[in-house]
């Protein structure tokens, strides 16, 4: 039996709903070794791929005709027209029922001013027809559950939560030349990482700093700008909040690891992956108590009404203030972020698949 996994992903940047992909896959190669399950996992690219993963247990197969989302509705279903597919990043063949769609959140209906106009339009009716012609639908949390459930009535009974996990960061080597590069001192800047989407709410990182007088550190935001898919990328920074792009996994995890506290005021996630990537790495997280963070982050986190800079005036005080606040925070969080696992979503989704097409172990 086959089992075909859609790797139109691999030709894309590695940001959030492609790092799921990407680590579940990893993780699924394994358990497909331990578990020896009685089918062939393959997964299927357009032409146009720019990364390769490492796998022994899953096979991957380039299909050179034609690329992107007409790949995708075309020869995609017509490829695995007798098979079960797997997709991971919010999209799949439109009319395929014999399948599975990671669909992460419901923000194009929620918070629909992060995006453009054009991207709306096309994803309400992706979201409409999965969710109706799909046999099965996974979202990263409850909170997102909930939230397709009052957008897609169709896909109450067909909806599974598997949460992400965020272990990754721990197999990635810092790179510390980005802290040399943009002159940051350790433990004296904070730390926001996202995309310039508006729902990201970064606004009010710089708001709250604006109003800090005495405060001699710096913001730093990390993040690429995507203008072909949100509405609005533009952010004014002051003298005391700096951008500085795309990074890598290594800066990344550097930038973590140096931050006096990661900031996280997003005003809609499904899941919301970096505060656990810092937590991960012993940063303490201010995170917004919006969507799904208070869900994901439990009592692990510090939280601020996202809308109110001056909250998070008094939540970053307390950070640079408090010192015991700060270590228990960084080993609470550490300990909690490590019951976040890939290994754990990639068991959950195994078990999915199980249930859906009824395969079995030798």
Not at 54 to 67: A, C, G, S
Not at 149 to 168: D, L, T
Not at 289 to 304: C, G, W
């Amino acid at each position: 039996m086959d089992v075909y996994i859609n790797g139109r992903f691999l030709t894309q940047k590695t940001t959030g709903v492609q790092r799921v992909a990407e680590e579940i896959l990893k993780n699924l190669d394994k358990c497909l070794g331990e578990q020896n399950i009685r089918a062939k996992f393959i997964i299927l690219t357009p032409k146009n791929v720019i990364k390769q993963l490492d796998l022994k247990n899953i096979e991957t197969r380039k299909v050179d005709f034609l690329k992107g989302h007409l790949w995708e509705q075309a020869v995609l279903p017509w490829i695995t027209r007798k098979s079960f597919l797997i997709n991971f990043c919010n999209t799949g063949p439109l009319f395929k029922k014999n399948q599975s769609v990671f669909i992460h959140d419901a923000a194009i209906q929620s918070a629909p001013n992060g995006f453009s106009k054009k991207f709306i339009y096309w994803y309400k009716i992706i979201y409409k027809l999965l969710g109706s012609n799909a046999r099965n639908i996974v979202t990263v949390s409850n909170f997102s559950k909930e939230e397709l459930i009052n957008y897609y009535p169709k896909m109450e009974k067909k909806i599974s939560v598997v949460y992400n996990g965020a272990n990754h960061v721990l197999d990635i080597k810092h790179d510390d030349e980005i802290l040399k590069k943009h002159g940051l001192v350790d433990k004296n800047f904070i730390l926001a990482v996202s995309s310039a989407n508006p729902n990201k709410n970064f606004k009010v990182i710089m708001d709250a700093v604006s109003k800090m007088k005495d405060f001699e550190g710096e913001v730093i935001i990390a993040g690429g700008k995507q203008g072909n898919v949100f509405s609005d990328n533009t952010l004014e920074f002051n003298e005391k909040c700096k951008w500085v792009g795309y990074v890598s996994d290594e800066e990344l995890v550097s930038l973590y690891k140096n931050a006096k506290v990661f900031v996280f005021p997003s005003i809609y996630e499904g899941f919301g992956l970096p505060p656990l990537e810092a937590m991960s790495l012993g940063c303490p997280v201010i995170s917004s108590n919006k969507a799904s963070m208070p869900e994901v982050l439990q009592d692990h986190a510090i939280y601020f009404d996202a809308t109110k800079p001056e909250e998070l005036v008094e939540r970053i005080n307390l950070i640079f203030s408090n010192q015991k606040l700060v270590e228990g925070l960084s080993r609470g969080g550490q300990a909690y972020a490590q019951t976040f696992t890939w290994e754990k979503a990639a068991n959950e989704l195994v078990d999915i698949i199980k249930r859906e097409i009824n395969i079995k172990e030798n």
